[in-house]
């Protein structure tokens, strides 16, 4: 006998809960300072745990506010070390200590090549 599946209703439903979860999660992510810090910790453990589970990727701002190393809400000034070198946004988990590098920098080889369509 054949297994059941599905049906395409349900999976769309599921689908459609997944995110508006995660849309409320990543509501209070991005407000820090109106919750307590094991609420924006459990909170960012649920959104990637959410996320990776209905296979949706999350939007670019709520990457940032997130540890891929130790799954924490990186609260500004608290938790983590923001700089800024040739352009490029790094960002140091003090808890766990990994790095993540945003932006590109600056674009040497594309300088390089202007300079030398110029002469």
């Known amino acids: 006998m054949g297994r059941k599946r599905g049906s395409k209703k349900v999976k769309k439903m599921r689908l459609e809960n997944s995110k508006f979860a995660i849309n409320e999660l990543q509501k209070i992510l991005v407000e820090p300072h109106n919750h307590s810090e094991q609420l924006l910790n459990s909170t960012s453990l649920h959104i990637r745990k959410q996320s990776m589970k209905s296979k949706i990727s999350l939007d670019k701002s709520t990457k940032l506010l997130i540890c891929k190393g130790c799954f924490r809400a990186l609260l500004p000034y608290k938790d983590t070390r923001v700089r800024v070198r040739d352009g490029m946004l790094?960002?140091?988990?003090?808890?766990?200590?990994?790095?993540?590098?945003?932006?590109g920098g600056p674009k040497f080889h594309k300088i390089k090549r202007k300079e030398q369509l110029e002469k």
């Not at 790094?90 to 932006?103: M, P, Q, V």
């Open 90 to 103: 790094i960002t140091t988990c003090l808890k766990c200590g990994t790095i993540h590098r945003n932006g």
